[in-house]
């Protein structure tokens, strides 16, 4: 009676399943049938992170995908084609970015749509609309890490050579002059003063004589002599001191001379290094001229720059799975990993928690006196966490994957469908505990956008038996829920409970 009702229950749920597949199949054949979009084209000078399939938006929404990328043959540039859907008009001005979605390396495409109009020369001009084949011309790339350091690496010697130079300039020859200059003119300011003092009282005197009578004129004519020779007198001395300040300028200038014949030293000893080195010899010669270290040198820094790239562009997507088994009337729990160093390459790294047990069979060989030699086969169940480790390909909807399956070799196979909304997955490992192979078949479908998944299906199809409950394998029906995020989400989760934590820890 219980195998009747199980082979009912199973006939159900795949009619379900099969009416499912077709209301979806119909929805989404009509909806591509009528949005399948137009395509356009823009040039990139590095493609790197955008692949097929990669998202483009506007203002925050999706409206298309990367549909193929070629090497333009005329400009040397990335070709990329874009498919963009009906209802989204773009127009001559419009422009794309290429933008970093994460940090681990995912790029997508933003769009700005441009306007139907324009103003030149002060009118209103009408902007043609892009059609199918069109080419995005107004392309925007972000500034790599690569560039970025070449640049610096090509400034800081000439930052270095400047620098010294201007220390050299100002520790010697030029703050020698400054030095003299200043002490010459410290010496000479209070003569200069008191000489434009004299003169001074000698125009008022003679301003005087012009107001003042004979007599007047006759003692100041005799006091202008007075005056004469005592002017004389402060010529002479004057002399004398400006004749000291001569000396003392010629003997700076001698200085100077002495520093730039050092200086002509210094650098007749530079042009002779230099020449060593040019002909390679010494460390740095042999460096700078031997075609062996320089190439040694690009094949570091090429492997360098393939492990960064390689770093960059991988991505993670983190699975929580829960699956109620029917007649074990258990639940069945997986936590995954999948690590994507390409778009259509991965790693699958999972821990199972299963209520049933790891089963695990042992022949036993033994000697009666009634029976003479036998054999016995038994088979233990340890409850214990399986892993999965399996590597993982893609050839357009279809994906294989090989490697461990629940602690045991297996493969397995996944059938993409209606833009990856739909999964049919089947796997096929254990084949040593049980008679045959355990074959689990199992379907997701997208509740929520591409984050939460219905599963169903069914588990060990062909080592089928009639004790329901016990631990081991044996046929079953599951259901259940399937939770997945991004690296993305992950970076989102961090960011903000780290701060919710960081509060409630500081109050």
Do not use: C
Not at 153 to 170: N, Q, S, Y
Not at 346 to 372: C, K, M, T, W
Not at 418 to 437: E, G, K
């Amino acid at each position: 009676m219980r195998r009747s009702l199980a082979g009912l229950t199973v006939g159900a749920l795949a009619l379900v399943v099969l009416v499912t597949t077709y209301l979806l199949f119909q929805y989404t054949s009509k909806k591509i049938a009528g949005g399948g979009g137009y395509r356009v084209h823009a040039l990139f000078r590095n493609a790197i992170g955008v692949y097929e399939r990669t998202r483009v938006l506007s203002a925050g929404l999706r409206v298309g995908q990367v549909e193929e990328r070629v090497l333009d043959q005329e400009s040397g540039k990335a070709k990329v084609f874009l498919r963009i859907m009906p209802e989204i008009k773009l127009f001559e001005n419009a422009a794309i970015a290429k933008k970093a979605a994460s940090l681990l390396g995912e790029y997508y495409l933003e769009i700005d749509p441009g306007s139907p109009f324009t103003v030149r020369d002060s009118q209103r001009v009408a902007v043609r609309e892009l059609h199918e084949g069109d080419e995005i011309k107004i392309v925007t790339e972000p500034v790599e890490m690569g560039e970025i350091m070449n640049s610096v690496g090509e400034t800081l010697p000439i930052l270095r050579d400047i620098l010294a130079d201007v220390k050299t300039l100002t520790a010697g020859p030029i703050k020698d002059i400054a030095n003299n200059a200043n002490q010459l003119l410290e010496r000479n300011s209070v003569i200069v003063e008191r000489l434009l003092g004299r003169i001074d009282d000698i125009a008022a005197t003679v301003q005087g004589i012009t107001r003042s009578e004979a007599d007047d004129v006759r003692v100041t004519l005799h006091n202008a002599r007075e005056i004469t020779e005592g002017i004389k007198g402060l010529v002479g001395t004057t002399q004398g001191q400006v004749s000291g300040a001569g000396q003392d300028l010629r003997s700076s200038l001698q200085k100077l001379q002495s520093s730039i014949d050092s200086l002509d030293k210094s650098l007749r000893n530079v042009d002779k290094i230099t020449g060593r080195m040019a002909e390679g010899e010494g460390t740095v010669g042999h460096l700078l001229t031997d075609e062996t270290v320089a190439k040694n040198l690009d094949n570091i820094t090429d492997d360098i720059s393939g492990i960064t790239r390689g770093v960059s562009r991988l991505q993670a997507i983190v699975g929580l799975r829960t699956e109620y088994n029917y007649m074990a009337h258990n639940f069945k729990n997986y936590v995954s990993v999948q690590l994507y160093p390409r778009p259509d390459k991965f790693y699958l790294i999972e821990f199972v928690d299963d209520p049933r047990g790891y089963r695990n069979a042992q022949s036993v060989v033994g000697y009666s006196s009634d029976r003479g030699a036998y054999s016995s086969e038994q088979i233990t169940t340890t409850e214990k966490l399986r892993f999965t480790f399996m590597f993982g390909k893609r050839w357009g909807p279809f994906q294989g994957r090989f490697g461990i399956k629940e602690s045991t070799g297996g493969i397995g196979g996944d059938l993409f469908l209606f833009n990856d909304h739909l999964m049919l997955s089947t796997d096929i490992f254990d084949t040593r505990s049980n008679q045959y192979p355990r074959v689990t078949a199992r379907g997701y479908l997208a509740l929520y956008k591409k984050y939460l998944y219905l599963v169903g299906g069914v588990d060990d199809v062909l080592n089928y038996t009639r004790t329901q409950g016990t631990a081991g394998g044996f046929f079953d029906l599951f259901f259940g829920l399937q939770l997945v995020f991004n690296d993305q989400d992950l970076k989102t989760f961090l960011l903000f409970g780290g701060g919710a934590a960081a509060g409630g820890a500081s109050k």
